[in-house]
């Protein structure tokens, strides 16, 4: 088991299977099938508490540009119909992360 867990994204859902933001592009993504982060029932809250927000961020547009994706992704057949440059832009993804394993980091 890993030390800590991370999570790049615009938040973390109590629901480890959900989402939470995001947008969909084109009809056959994946993503379709992955749900929505909804307040879960029995504890009242959206977030996953046990993460913490690091000081790390990056919008879309950054993220697909550096990676080079974006330049792939506009240069396929009828993309403008589903991507907007601008839209990117605007969704920003954040770095979070929660111990999996609980120690100690004192001596006795």
Do not use: H, W
């Amino acid at each position: 088991m890993p030390v800590a867990s991370t999570v790049v994204a615009p938040g973390t859902c109590i629901d480890p299977a959900a989402k939470i933001g995001g947008r969909r592009y084109y009809p056959t993504e994946i993503e379709r099938k992955t749900p929505q982060c909804k307040v879960d029932e029995d504890l009242k809250i959206l977030e996953d508490p046990r993460y913490s927000k690091k000081d790390l961020s990056i919008t879309e547009y950054q993220m697909m540009k550096e990676s080079d994706a974006l330049n792939v992704l506009l240069g396929m057949r009828l993309a403008n119909m589903y991507i907007n440059p601008s839209d990117l832009q605007s969704q920003q993804f954040n770095l979070y992360s929660r111990p999996t394993i609980a120690f100690k980091l004192e001596c006795e």
